[in-house]
C-alpha cells in the first residue's frame, strides 16, 4: 500500500511539471515575435573584438526557431582570432541541441570529443573537427539561469526544474572556436579555454 501511494505522489508531481511546462511554453510562442540583440561587450578579458559581428542567414534563424544568435569574431594576445558563437533561445528551449548535428552537417567529421574544466568554473564539450585540410578546435556549454554545462541532458535537466521553480527560464548555446594554427592543437585548446575563462565572468551578467 505504501508503494503504491508513493507511486500516485509521484505521477501526480510529474503530471503537475509537465503540465506547468507546457503552460509556459504556450506564453513563450504567444511572446515569441520579440526579439531583442544580445549586448555583448567588445571587449572579453584581455580579448577585444575584431571585425563586425557575422550576419546569420535567414535559413539558419528557420532551423534554430531563433532570431537571437551572435557570431562576433575576438582577438587575443598573439592576434590568433576566436570565434565566440551564442544562441539564445528564449524560454522554449527548442533553439538549444547537439551542436554536433549541425556540425556533421556542414560537412565536418567529429575527430574527437570529450569533456574538459574551465578553471574551477564549470566544464565545457571539447571538439576537434576536420573537413579536408583543415582542423577546427571547438568548445561549447549551455546556460540556464548562472549554471554552466557542457552536457545537454544536464541543462535540459536545469531547464526544466527552472521552469516550474521560475514560470521562464532562457537558456542559450555559447560556443568558442578557432582553426587550429602554427602553434599546434594544444595551444590552440589552451587559448579557447582562457578566452572561456576570461569571458564566462561577463557572460553571465550579460547574456540572459
Known sequence: MKHYVIAIALLTMALAMNHTIRMNQVQAVEGAGEEYVLTVPSQLGEYRQHGDDEEVDERTKQVLETSNILIRN??????????????HAGATRRSLHFPEVCIVGAGWEIREQTTVPIGIMFEARKLVLVRGDQ???????????????????????????????????????????????????DATFAMLKDFAAQATPILLDTVP
Open 74 to 87: 575576438y582577438l587575443g594576445r598573439q592576434n590568433w582570432p576566436v570565434q565566440l558563437t551564442i544562441v
Open 135 to 185: 582542423r577546427e578546435a571547438v568548445l561549447y556549454w549551455f546556460k540556464t539561469d548562472d549554471n554552466l554545462t557542457g552536457n545537454f541532458f544536464i541543462n535540459s535537466f536545469n531547464w526544466a526544474r527552472y521552469q516550474v521553480t521560475h514560470g521562464t527560464t532562457p537558456s542559450a548555446m555559447i560556443r568558442v572556436s578557432t582553426m587550429v594554427g602554427p602553434m599546434g592543437e
